[in-house]
């Protein structure tokens, strides 16, 4: 166990570590709540992206399931291959508080039946159809991406700092104020200590001289 030195100097580099750790737990608490406020956006707007989401893809998967048993999975995969696309992504970032929030853009992915690299002629409509919610599968994936991302980075700050919230509010500041406390009663028995031996030497003092006056008169 640390001994602990109740000086006057002791007490006040305890005073300033317990006002560094109150002030650090209201800027922890600040940051937290900043992301939290932010947690809360991007969650909803997770969660209403993603139910599409969900509804799209078993659309197409009722759909890959018929085309490939109609037009066969050859015919679909050359098909693939000869509608691939490059897209390109603009990266952005935000700063709440320190964490760093990505945003990602991205053209419009979805095409006409035109604009896909194959003849519309020979092909059927279900090939039509998978390739035009595969497109808009494809948008909105690329859309809730940094979402889910941003979701995972900024949960996984607000557990770091409620494990550093939790140390102050539990242990550090308990233990510096319970140290503040021992030391200021420590000073303040010093003080009165002091002041009892000062009044009984006083005291002496007085009786000496009480004693010494009678006989400075006799003689």
Known sequence: METIKATRDELLRTR?????AQSGKQILEKKKEALLNRFLVMVRQYKGRREELLAD???????????RARDGSITLKSLALATSQEISLEISRDNV?????????????????????????????????????????????????????NIKT?????????????????????ALTAKKRYIEDVLEQNEREE??????VKRAQERKSEEITPKALRA
């Open 16 to 20: 300033q570590e317990l006002a560094i």
């Open 57 to 67: 893809l078993k659309r197409r998967k009722d759909l890959l399931a018929l085309t």
């Open 97 to 149: 508080m320190g964490t760093k929030i990505f945003h990602a853009t991205h053209p419009d992915v979805r095409r006409d039946i035109l604009s896909r690299g194959y003849n519309p002629a020979s092909t059927s409509s279900r090939i039509e159809a998978c390739a035009e919610v595969a497109e808009r599968l494809l948008d909105k994936m690329l859309a809730i991406a940094h979402l889910e991302h």
């Open 154 to 174: 900024v949960g996984r700050e607000m557990r770091s700092l409620n494990s550093k919230i939790n140390a102050l509010e539990e242990n550090i500041i308990p």
């Open 195 to 200: 002041i009892f031996r000062l009044k009984m």
